[in-house]
T-cell receptor
């Protein structure tokens, strides 16, 4: 069974540009989470989908971040416009029950 | 907000040595989790603890859920080179909730 996959693995963009990250959860997992690790600090929660609905988006830093999960399958996280402080590793996780399985992350660098 | 502290921040040990790291919280958690992140990968769940006082082993790894519910430790016995990575403690208050992560302990094993 395939694990959580994320695309791209790395992205380097300039400040002000737009970037869209994609997460494909494990098939059948209704719960999908986005997390971010900035500059070697702790991994921080961004938001949680249950199917296509946003269950908890309390961790989204500001309105430059937009997450969607149309159809309740894959999810995208768009950053527009990107700022320098958005650099970091963005992780996606999915779960069927309690255990969350993490993807390899997208490493975003904003110059 | 909720915060987890991990110590030590980093460790350099000789292959074969035992390792001990711990995690404290400013608030109570109902579930404690220990994750390991290999370079270029996402966090992988090592051990989950569900009850205060619980002591759980997974191969050479042993973790305990503190009686106060505000702390946990992870021990690794007879370390080997593949133990290298970042170890995150994490917790949640209820199932399916966002996972709160600590800042991580970076482990280096010298052959």
């Amino acid at each position: 069974e395939a694990g959580v996959t994320q695309f791209p693995s790395h992205s380097v963009i300039e400040k002000g540009q737009t970037v869209t990250l994609r997460c494909d959860p494990i098939s059948g997992h209704d719960n999908l989470y986005w997390y971010r690790r900035v500059m070697g600090k702790e991994i921080k929660f961004l938001l949680h989908f249950v199917k296509e609905s946003k269950q908890d988006e309390s961790g989204m830093p500001n309105n430059r971040f937009l997450a969607e999960r149309t159809g309740g399958t894959y999810s995208t996280l768009k950053v527009q416009p990107a700022e320098l402080e958005d650099s970091g590793v963005y992780f996606c996780a999915s779960s069927l029950q309690e255990t969350q399985y993490f993807g390899p992350g997208t490493r975003l660098l904003v110059l | 907000g909720q915060q987890l502290n991990q110590s030590p921040q980093s460790m350099f040990i000789q292959e074969g040595e035992d390792v001990s790291m711990n995690c404290t919280s400013s608030s109570i958690f109902n579930t404690w989790l220990w994750y390991k992140q290999d370079p270029g990968e996402g966090p992988v769940l090592l051990i989950a603890l569900y009850k205060a006082g619980e002591l759980t082993s997974n191969g050479r790894l042993t973790a305990q859920f503190g009686i106060t519910r505000k702390d946990s430790f992870l021990n690794i016995s007879a370390s080997i080179p593949s133990d290298v990575g970042i170890y995150f403690c994490a917790g949640w208050k209820t199932s399916y909730d966002k996972v709160i992560f600590g800042p991580g302990t970076s482990l280096s094993v010298i052959p």
